[in-house]
């Protein structure tokens, strides 16, 4: 079957076409228009802005797809949308325009929970064994974007149960509003990292390990906590604190000296991931998951994926390691075409029917919470 996914819920108008058959499934195409130059004038996301470029955006973004897949409308079976959680004035774009398509193509429609598309970026291509089962389950997946950070565990496909979660900050909002303390701009998560890169080759180039010895050490928030939750707030205040102390120093001091903004980013980029992945390992032990997975935005993170490996290899020999392929770690349309294949393929003749009057019904929900599927049986 193929699916027609559309993705507006934050600053990416995006709209891919994705097949599904005994072999997994295959992308066909998948485009992105990021509006990140707009909103970075602004130093985040303006959603009346945002929904403004979807406007613009999405028929040429389809046509785009239809050009690169050479399908036609008569091929796809199957329109899904992002429905929520997001900012509402964008998400109304993209379920406009999944309603009118849905309508006038006479093709069922399914709303889908971005968080849900995230998980199920894991499922595309060359990480996608079978269509019956995939993964080993349980499944636990850390999931770390702009908006989430949470530990879901999954028992079976779209069975989800948060084991744990931020109590303020998502990990990629954390990451953002470093970089604005840090002068870096938006969007900061690979800003951030890219800086903290820097840093790391320095130490591993560096002739005298003494001189390179940082002065900056920032808390692991939770970190000894005996729950699955995490908190980033106090990290991000911790870093403010930090370069207004050595802003005021080089003020004082030394006004020719740089600040240490890389060993910041590096000391930063580090905390974030110490304590998510000692979480992970920690969660993936008690509930027994046989799949460690990543998802969301932050899961583009060179050093999250790397560190997060390592760490499920060493603690959790018998645990397999998933993440989505570096193009569906951030939002994108085809991780939703792909979670609504799985969603498809548990409905009966019934839930199919039903579905092609969804144009009449599906709504936004900017605060959607991840629903697991009721009847798991078929
Ligand atoms: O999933 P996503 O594209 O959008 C949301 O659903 O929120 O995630 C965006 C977040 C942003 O906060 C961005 O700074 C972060 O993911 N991000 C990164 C990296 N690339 C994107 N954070 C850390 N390192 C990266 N390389
Ligand atoms: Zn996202």
Redesign the pocket.
């Known amino acids: 079957m193929r699916v027609l996914g559309i993705e507006t819920?934050?600053d990416?108008t995006g709209i891919s076409l994705a097949e599904a058959d005994q072999n997994g499934i295959r992308v066909l195409s998948n485009v992105i228009s990021s509006q990140v130059k707009i909103h970075a004038r602004w130093g985040g996301i303006v959603p009346n802005l945002a929904a403004r470029e979807h406007v613009k955006n999405i028929i040429p973004v389809l046509e785009k797809v239809f050009a690169e897949s050479q399908a036609s409308v008569e091929e796809i079976d199957l329109i899904a949308v992002t429905n929520g959680p997001g900012l509402i004035p964008a998400l109304l774009i993209g379920t406009s325009a999944a309603k009118t398509l849905s309508y006038v193509w006479k093709k069922p429609l399914l709303g889908i929970h971005?968080i849900e598309g995230?998980i199920y970026a894991n499922f595309i291509g060359a990480n996608f064994k079978s269509t019956k089962s995939g993964f080993n389950f349980p499944v636990l997946c850390l999931v770390v974007?702009?908006?989430?950070t949470q530990l879901v565990l999954m028992k079976n496909h779209l069975q989800y149960k948060i084991v744990g979660q931020t109590l303020d900050d998502?990990a990629?909002?954390a990451?953002?509003k470093v970089a604005r303390i840090l002068g870096l701009g938006y969007?900061?998560?690979?800003a951030?990292?890219r800086l903290a890169a820097e840093r790391k080759s320095e130490i591993a180039n560096a002739k005298n390990q003494k001189e390179l010895k940082s002065s900056i050490y920032l808390p692991r928030p939770m970190l000894n906590k005996n729950n699955f939750n995490f908190s980033f707030s106090g990290l991000k205040t911790a870093v403010l604190y930090k370069f207004k102390e050595l802003e005021k120093n080089k003020k004082t001091k030394d006004s020719d000296s740089r600040l240490p903004i890389a060993e910041m980013a590096h000391e930063f980029q580090q905390a974030v991931i110490d304590v998510l992945v000692a979480k992970t390992i920690r969660a993936a032990r008690q509930y027994g998951a046989k799949t460690v997975m990543l998802a969301?935005?932050?899961s583009?993170?060179?050093e999250?994926r790397g560190q997060l490996k390592e760490e499920v290899e060493k603690n959790l020999p018998d645990v397999e390691y998933s993440l989505p392929v570096f193009d569906y770690?951030?939002?994108n349309a085809a991780m939703i075409a792909a979670a609504a294949c799985f969603r498809w393929s548990k409905m009966n003749a019934r839930e199919k029917k039903k579905a092609r009057e969804n144009w009449k019904r599906l709504k936004t929900d900017a605060g959607l919470k991840l629903q697991s599927l009721k009847n798991n049986s078929r």
Do not use: R
């Open positions: 819920s934050c990416e971005h995230h974007s702009g908006g989430h998502a990629g909002e990451f953002d969007p900061g998560g690979p951030v990292s969301g935005g932050v583009a993170n060179q999250l770690c951030v939002d």
